[in-house]
């Protein structure tokens, strides 16, 4: 399950600081990057960058996903994605993949795609060094985001590919990341809203259904053309304003905006299948958003919050030389759905210590809550941070296009600044200073302290009674707030390497 929150949580390990005084100030943006907005609404991002050289990576970022589908709609904003590859005005029938395959292209690694409740991303990497074959790749883009063909017999065949998607989907593993993500959704229009959809309406939906989702979602306002490689950037940009700027918006007019409430009380679930090989307890607690990173004050609560990520990482990975009844833990604040943040902790425990691990995992955590760090592990982090950040700053080595797609992606999607890697050791030289154990203390025992928890089991059928029942499995985490704990003492240091 720890592997399984790292998947599904977008995780933003930003870093910063700044003083109050200064801390309303705008973080300027990459020089190198080029960013506008047509008058359709639709945003481009390009930078040019000749790592790897003759080569670019495209993508068509969309604000929609199934969040946004009616009753009879449910899937198809999936399905959608599907129908890109079978037929657009410019590549009709299976064109496309013809087109692409035959300049290198392999489908889930230069081509692909994904749907998700709320965006829609199509994917490309392809040779740039002939200027048609960029020309060509920002058709493609184009075509998908206004000119598909959703002929009705591509449709009819597409629903036997869905279904058969939807069988390979189903058993424990997913049946247990069905389980987190409904608790994390909480009831609100997401849980209702699958991004796999509903069967019977992939079976039996009209074909008009689909073409007005089409109509209504991908439309130029939700949209974003993001390309960094070797490129001409006054080239691409021309062939953006050129394609992409006769787009028409939908007739929808006011986006709607669905929200995922806090939890309202304590709650326990248990999930429990013959299969599963591992014994673990999550707990979930529901908090707000964190703001996208666009000023030095919002840089500073970035990195309070990235270095209390790594210092409860490192905690429990001592922790882990120590003869402790569990196998491993977590504890994260994250985001996800790029719309809410949460404190995730995960234990994996032992069989036949399963109650031993819970109550020493509670108490592990419960002394960070109270004590925070130590002075030598605040330290430690900050210094392999400032390492690693100085070191990409410095770095001479020409750095990978699709580093530069991952912070497009995180500008449209967020708001985050895309900044340069020696701005941020720049800010995070002069402001990590001011982290100290006191601030990270505080941090953690609000956001421990200001969210009613919901607690996840997942287990073998065979041990799944090993558990404490609901009761007994509350009262082992009140109990230990209410025991004498002595702040951690590490008992011995591994260094960072072995040889200089």
Do not use: C
């Not at 279904?163 to 994390?184: D, Y």
């Not at 296009?401 to 995070?428: D, K, L, V, W």
């Amino acid at each position: 399950m720890i592997d399984l929150i790292k998947k599904i949580l977008l995780l933003f390990f930003l870093i910063s600081g700044t003083l109050f005084s200064v801390s309303a100030k705008k973080i300027p943006q990459n020089p190198n990057l080029i960013k506008g907005k047509l008058s359709n609404g639709l945003t481009y991002y390009i930078y040019p960058n000749d790592y790897p050289k003759g080569e670019a990576i495209y993508r068509l970022f969309i604000k929609s996903g199934s969040v946004f589908e009616t009753e009879d709609q449910k899937g198809l904003a999936h399905f959608l994605e599907h129908m890109a590859f079978n037929g657009t005005t410019h590549f009709p029938g299976n064109s496309m993949i013809r087109f692409l395959e035959s300049h290198g292209a392999k489908f889930g690694k230069d081509l692909n795609a994904h749907t998700s409740m709320n965006e829609t991303v199509y994917k490309l990497q392809l040779p740039s060094s002939d200027r048609q074959m960029v020309d060509s790749t920002i058709t493609i883009l184009a075509d998908w985001a206004g000119h598909l063909l959703l002929d009705s017999l591509e449709i009819e065949k597409e629903r036997g590919v869905i279904l058969s998607e939807w069988l390979s989907r189903t058993g424990p593993e997913s049946e247990i990341g069905e389980a987190f993500l409904m608790e994390i959704l909480n009831g609100s229009r997401y849980s209702k809203r699958k991004t796999i959809g509903d069967t019977a309406v992939i079976r039996h939906f009209k074909h008009e259904e689909i073409k007005n989702y089409y109509r209504d979602w991908y439309a130029p306002r939700l949209m974003a053309v993001a390309v960094a490689g070797d490129v001409d950037s006054e080239y691409v940009k021309n062939l953006i304003v050129e394609k992409f700027g006769s787009l028409k918006n939908g007739s929808v007019k006011e986006i709607p905006s669905y929200a995922i409430d806090d939890y309202d009380s304590v709650s326990v679930k248990r999930v429990a299948h013959p299969s599963l090989k591992k014994e673990e307890l999550n707990i979930i607690r529901l908090l707000p958003m964190p703001d996208p990173v666009q000023t030095e004050k919002d840089y500073k609560n970035y990195l309070q919050r990235a270095m209390l990520n790594r210092l409860t990482k490192a905690r429990y990975n001592a922790l882990t030389f120590d003869d402790v009844p569990f196998n491993g833990a977590s504890l994260s604040h994250s985001s996800f759905l790029n719309i809410k943040g949460g404190l995730f902790a995960s234990v994996e425990l032992i069989p036949g210590k399963i109650g031993a691990g819970i109550t020493e995992f509670a108490r592990e955590t419960e002394r960070m809550v109270r004590y925070g760090f130590s002075k030598k592990e605040i330290d430690k982090e900050k210094k392999r941070l400032l390492n690693t950040l100085r070191r990409r700053a410095e770095s001479k080595n020409p750095e990978q296009s699709s580093s530069f797609i991952e912070e497009m992606y995180q500008n449209f999607y967020i708001g985050h600044q895309i900044f340069t890697p020696a701005e941020e050791y720049r800010m995070a030289r002069k402001f990590i200073a001011q982290i100290d154990s006191s601030m990270l203390v505080k941090q953690l025992q609000k956001l421990e302290r200001s969210a009613l928890p919901h607690y996840l089991i997942t287990s073998s059928e065979k041990n799944k009674d090993e558990f404490p029942d609901d009761q007994k499995l509350l009262s082992i985490f009140e109990q230990v707030k209410k025991e004498t704990l002595a702040p951690y003492v590490l008992q011995f240091e591994v260094p960072d390497q072995l040889l200089p």
